[in-house]
């Protein structure tokens, strides 16, 4: 079992999670976080662009047996990165996947352990 | 496309200027300072119905459509007010040109006209002019709910311009201008107090036409779209009840008895729609709900805006609770069917505005229709002047409907009106605006 954390941009979360629908995998958690990366995100306040100190993104936290993870993984980025074109490369900003080791997981309703209550 | 009508902007200044040389004479009325008064604080309470309108909308929508949806407020008080004072008040107030297809006076071009002029209500032209224009404002504003979240704002501020050069100006010319022809209709006229044909009616079928013509969010309706801020939108729904007796009340355009016998339909009617929508709602649903209150309120009072001059508060009674009735059937119709007026513009004024223009029939004060007898030369029947209401609402559906599809049209080839899937999934604050609206929620 893993536990697949992704940053993406916040304009991206409706297409991320449609794909991640298309691609059977539906159960996620999405909550709003803020960070900096590499990227340096402008917005314009009354007509003077700014670079907010910290950017907002949102962060989706994936439980999934193991055969689940490549394609998860592989439809975040491809949806990510669909706004370059076909074989474009991406931009610093378009976020981060990190990909943990989940020693347990327990589904309250049941009880079910391990790889059923996934 | 625009380009090549860029050459004609010299020729618009050229008579800009050619008018503004015209110098009109003052006339004998006085000034009535409680008339002028009550007029002044009645154009800042409509004027306060845009923003109330921009929160009540900007709360439904999703987080990511919360500023490009109340901007369709605030952008038309710009672009209308501007409209207004250089064409609108002409083509509404002017006299009939085109064979009463819309007025026009050119001394009103840019209001050069009525620097000092005073209206026989003791008004001074200036305050009645203001004072009509926040209707102009609120009318094409109040159509945005029913495309909410699905259009680009540059597509939407060129729809509003044309929208009420064609639809709203031409409307209130024949409601509400002496030689207008539905002001003529019937004994005493088709009544329509303070905007149910004008405003509510002509906003709620053009939005109806343009949610049909654009097509569904995508998603809808599987995907759920829940309102970011219902709170917002009951403040909303408080400063629209508050900024309505302006609307109402002020139309009497008058400190008197008429003004009260408004501003009394307008509470009780507001007051019949809020508890008639939630005694329906835990009927139904088992829960009486937040915005089922607001939507109930925004209901009895759309109803009333026609009747506001004619019914007294049994008849405000009435109407609410058939508003309430009406609009809350409208929606079930709307779920069934399936297309997606996203915050019912439709639903709530243009039924509501149908069900009151109509149904006030049945409520006209005595007083009034003794009045209309006298001017029909003997009789006059509470059918009679359903059959007026009937034509006048008839009217209003058709003319607004036909001219909406025309301008969908036009302004579709010219710009594109409809987002594109990549904007609608981004958001319109961030495609549009390139702001977001909850900032403060994150630490930044």
């Given at each position: 079992m893993k536990l697949v954390i992704a940053i993406i941009r916040e304009t991206q979360l409706d297409e991320v999670r449609e794909a991640l629908i298309e691609?059977?995998?539906?159960?996620?958690?999405?909550?709003?976080?803020?960070?900096?990366?590499?990227?340096?995100?402008?917005?314009?306040?009354?007509?003077?662009?700014?670079?907010?100190?910290?950017?907002?993104?949102?962060?989706?936290?994936?439980?999934?047996?193991?055969?689940?993870?490549?394609?998860?993984?592989n439809t975040i980025i491809n949806t990510v990165k669909a706004q370059y074109g076909p074989g474009g490369t991406g931009k610093s900003g378009d976020g981060k996947i990190f990909i943990l080791p989940l020693e347990e997981c327990i589904r309250i309703s049941t009880e079910e352990r391990g790889p059923e209550g996934i | 496309m625009l380009a090549k009508y860029r050459v004609l902007i010299p020729f618009l200044f050229l008579f800009l200027?050619?008018?503004?040389?015209?110098?009109?004479?003052?006339?004998?009325?006085?000034?009535?300072?409680?008339?002028?008064?009550?007029?002044?604080?009645?154009?800042?309470?409509?004027?306060?119905?845009?923003?109330?309108?921009?929160?009540?909308?900007?709360?439904?929508?999703?987080?990511?459509?919360?500023?490009?949806?109340?901007?369709?407020?605030?952008?038309?008080?710009?672009?209308?007010?501007?409209?207004?004072?250089?064409?609108?008040?002409?083509?509404?107030?002017?006299?009939?040109?085109?064979?009463?297809?819309?007025?026009?006076?050119?001394?009103?071009?840019?209001?050069?006209?009525?620097d000092d002029s005073i209206l026989d209500a003791?008004?001074?032209?200036?305050?009645?002019?203001?004072?009509?224009?926040?209707?102009?404002?609120?009318?094409?504003?109040?159509?945005?709910?029913?495309?909410?979240?699905?259009?680009?704002?540059?597509?939407?501020?060129?729809?509003?311009a044309l929208w009420g050069l064609l639809v709203y100006n031409p409307l209130c010319h024949w409601v509400w201008a002496e030689d207008g022809f539905l002001f003529n209709l019937g004994a005493n006229g088709a009544i329509d107090f303070a905007g149910?044909?004008?405003?509510?009616?002509?906003?709620?079928?053009?939005?109806?036409i343009a949610a049909l013509y654009l097509g569904a969010r995508r998603g809808f309706p599987v995907?759920?779209?829940p309102p970011n801020n219902l709170v917002m939108t009951m403040i909303g729904g408080g400063l629209l009840w508050v900024g309505w007796f302006g609307f109402?009340?002020?139309?009497?355009?008058?400190?008197?008895?008429?003004?009260?016998?408004?501003?009394?339909?307008?509470?009780?009617?507001?007051?019949s729609g809020a508890i008639s929508w939630m005694i329906i709602e835990a009927w139904?649903?088992?829960?009486?709900?937040?915005?089922?209150?607001?939507?109930g309120i925004l209901a009895g009072l759309v109803a009333v805006t026609p009747a506001a001059g004619v019914v007294q508060p049994i008849g405000a009674f009435a109407l609410g609770i058939f508003a309430s009735v009406f609009c809350y059937l409208a929606i079930l119709v709307k779920n069934r069917m399936g297309y997606d007026d996203s915050l019912d513009a439709f639903g709530i004024h243009g039924i509501g505005g149908i069900v009151g223009a109509i149904l006030l029939t049945f409520f006209i004060r005595e007083s009034w229709m003794a009045e209309a007898a006298a001017l029909a030369g003997g009789s006059w029947s509470i059918w009679q002047q359903l059959g007026v209401q009937v034509a006048a609402v008839t009217i209003a559906i058709?003319?607004?409907?036909?001219?909406?599809?025309?301008?969908?049209?036009?302004?579709?080839?010219?710009?594109?009106?409809?987002?594109?899937?990549?904007?609608?999934?981004?958001?319109?604050?961030?495609?549009?605006?390139?702001?977001?609206?909850?900032?403060?929620?994150?630490p930044n």
């Amino acid at each position: 079992m893993k536990l697949v954390i992704a940053i993406i941009r916040e304009t991206q979360l409706d297409e991320v999670r449609e794909a991640l629908i298309e691609a059977e995998i539906r159960r996620i958690t999405v909550t709003r976080v803020s960070g900096h990366g590499k990227s340096a995100d402008e917005e314009i306040y009354r007509g003077k662009k700014v670079v907010p100190g910290l950017i907002p993104r949102v962060r989706l936290e994936i439980a999934l047996n193991d055969e689940y993870v490549d394609v998860t993984v592989n439809t975040i980025i491809n949806t990510v990165k669909a706004q370059y074109g076909p074989g474009g490369t991406g931009k610093s900003g378009d976020g981060k996947i990190f990909i943990l080791p989940l020693e347990e997981c327990i589904r309250i309703s049941t009880e079910e352990r391990g790889p059923e209550g996934i | 496309m625009l380009a090549k009508y860029r050459v004609l902007i010299p020729f618009l200044f050229l008579f800009l200027f050619v008018s503004v040389s015209t110098v009109f004479a003052a006339d004998g009325s006085e000034i009535d300072s409680g008339v002028t008064a009550w007029m002044l604080v009645s154009t800042a309470l409509v004027l306060l119905m845009v923003p109330g309108l921009a929160m009540f909308y900007g709360g439904l929508v999703r987080t990511k459509n919360v500023l490009g949806t109340m901007m369709h407020s605030y952008a038309a008080m710009g672009i209308m007010t501007i409209l207004w004072v250089a064409v609108g008040y002409a083509m509404c107030f002017g006299p009939n040109v085109f064979g009463g297809w819309f007025g026009w006076n050119s001394d009103y071009f840019f209001l050069s006209g009525i620097d000092d002029s005073i209206l026989d209500a003791g008004v001074p032209e200036y305050v009645f002019s203001m004072f009509q224009g926040k209707f102009a404002i609120i009318t094409p504003a109040l159509i945005a709910g029913a495309f909410a979240e699905r259009v680009k704002f540059k597509s939407y501020c060129l729809f509003i311009a044309l929208w009420g050069l064609l639809v709203y100006n031409p409307l209130c010319h024949w409601v509400w201008a002496e030689d207008g022809f539905l002001f003529n209709l019937g004994a005493n006229g088709a009544i329509d107090f303070a905007g149910g044909t004008v405003v509510h009616i002509s906003a709620g079928v053009s939005g109806l036409i343009a949610a049909l013509y654009l097509g569904a969010r995508r998603g809808f309706p599987v995907t759920n779209m829940p309102p970011n801020n219902l709170v917002m939108t009951m403040i909303g729904g408080g400063l629209l009840w508050v900024g309505w007796f302006g609307f109402n009340a002020g139309s009497s355009v008058a400190s008197g008895l008429s003004t009260a016998q408004a501003l009394t339909a307008t509470q009780v009617a507001a007051a019949s729609g809020a508890i008639s929508w939630m005694i329906i709602e835990a009927w139904h649903q088992g829960k009486a709900t937040a915005l089922g209150i607001v939507s109930g309120i925004l209901a009895g009072l759309v109803a009333v805006t026609p009747a506001a001059g004619v019914v007294q508060p049994i008849g405000a009674f009435a109407l609410g609770i058939f508003a309430s009735v009406f609009c809350y059937l409208a929606i079930l119709v709307k779920n069934r069917m399936g297309y997606d007026d996203s915050l019912d513009a439709f639903g709530i004024h243009g039924i509501g505005g149908i069900v009151g223009a109509i149904l006030l029939t049945f409520f006209i004060r005595e007083s009034w229709m003794a009045e209309a007898a006298a001017l029909a030369g003997g009789s006059w029947s509470i059918w009679q002047q359903l059959g007026v209401q009937v034509a006048a609402v008839t009217i209003a559906i058709l003319y607004a409907a036909v001219c909406t599809v025309i301008l969908l049209v036009v302004v579709n080839k010219l710009m594109g009106f409809r987002s594109t899937p990549q904007e609608e999934m981004q958001g319109l604050d961030s495609a549009y605006h390139s702001e977001h609206g909850y900032g403060m929620l994150n630490p930044n």
